[in-house]
């Protein structure tokens, strides 16, 4: 398989290894549980915690491959009159930083836990739950820009540049935990797409 074809796969890897993250250490105490019971997850889940930060992380650097994949066909689509394309990489990068915050988090309190005060333990916790507006932000600003240049060049199918449009917005919203998941679908519907072209260019 040659690199023209990998390359568009690695939000294929971005996907896989974000959902694999979230589910490796399982649930995690509600935002208004005890000190107690906060500080006893994260002891007994110290590793499932690091590894989800480091999954998470390497996530975050196979996703900004992706991103800037499709940032570039946008681009090349655009010509001179990129704005939106611009704004697609923009989002790829605020997306990834985003990610990068909550797999700091998560490694922290899987490495930290048993050594740190129960308040501080707990204060990561709740960062951890609701330090999403980087991640919304960036999923909003990704899908918005993508979506746009998608229905302005036909770069890729225009039903997918309306579907980023509209999950964008969403992101916007207290439904944002939703355009996250449906990012995740929609990555995987584009990678396998572009990758799939590259082998019939290549072909």
Do not use: C
């Not at 250490?25 to 997850?41: L, N, Y």
């Not at 991640?135 to 979506?147: C, E, H, K, M």
């Amino acid at each position: 398989m040659t690199a023209r074809r990998l390359v568009p796969l690695s939000g294929v890897a971005a996907v896989v290894l974000l959902f694999a993250a979230f589910a490796i250490p399982g649930e995690t105490p509600d935002i208004d549980a005890s000190i107690g019971e906060v500080v006893s997850f994260y002891v007994k889940h110290d590793s499932d915690m690091q590894w989800a930060g480091a999954l998470i992380a390497l996530a975050a650097v196979f996703f900004v491959f992706s991103s800037t994949n499709v940032a570039g066909l946008l681009r090349r689509a655009q010509g001179d009159a990129g704005g939106s394309s611009a704004l697609s990489f923009a989002g790829g990068i605020m997306f990834a930083v985003g990610a990068l915050i909550f797999a700091g988090i998560n490694f922290t309190l899987g490495d930290a836990a048993n050594d740190i005060q129960p308040a501080a333990v707990q204060t990561l916790h709740v960062l951890g739950q609701d330090m999403f507006f980087p991640l919304a932000a960036g999923v909003a600003v990704f899908l918005i820009g993508t979506g746009i240049a998608v229905v302005k060049t036909g770069a890729l199918p225009k039903w997918l540049g309306w579907v980023a449009i509209i999950i964008g917005i969403i992101a916007l919203t207290p439904g944002g935990f939703f355009a996250f998941m449906a990012l995740g679908i929609w990555t995987l519907i584009v990678s396998v797409m572009l990758s799939l072209r590259a082998g019939r260019e290549t072909a």
